[in-house]
Nanobody, 119 residues
């Protein structure tokens, strides 16, 4: 397993949660070459990109979570975080960590962590 995601849980609307993703089996020099992202998939919906951070540190978040979610990474510990605030019931989904690079081409998915937001 290259990516391990954790930190999900059951929260009430308006609360915050932080998801973590770690890559314990990647050596640091390899980890830093990957663009990292968080995707989510709700029942009956396609998996969608939530937030992304490039190997160079540039970040981007989906319009649906802009102003509420941020992504960050800790290269020295090979971790990526998704900071979620002002959670809404529509944020309920399984959240997946993703790593991708183009040269050479490779990608990895974490196992997913469930986030449930009650109203």
């Amino acid at each position: 397993v290259q990516l391990q995601a954790f930190g999900g849980g059951l929260v009430q609307a308006g609360e915050s949660l932080r998801l973590s993703c770690r890559a314990p089996r990647m050596i640091l020099s390899v980890f830093t070459t990957y663009d990292m992202g968080w995707y989510r998939q709700a029942p009956g919906y396609q998996r969608e990109l939530v937030a992304r951070i490039t190997s160079g540190g540039r970040t981007d978040v989906a319009d649906s979570v802009k102003g509420r979610f941020t992504i960050s990474k800790d290269n020295s510990n090979k971790k990526v975080f998704l900071h979620m605030a002002s959670l809404k019931p529509e944020d309920t989904a399984v959240y997946y960590c993703h790593a991708e690079r183009q040269n050479p081409r490779s990608e990895y998915w974490g196992q997913g962590t469930q986030v449930t937001v009650s109203s």
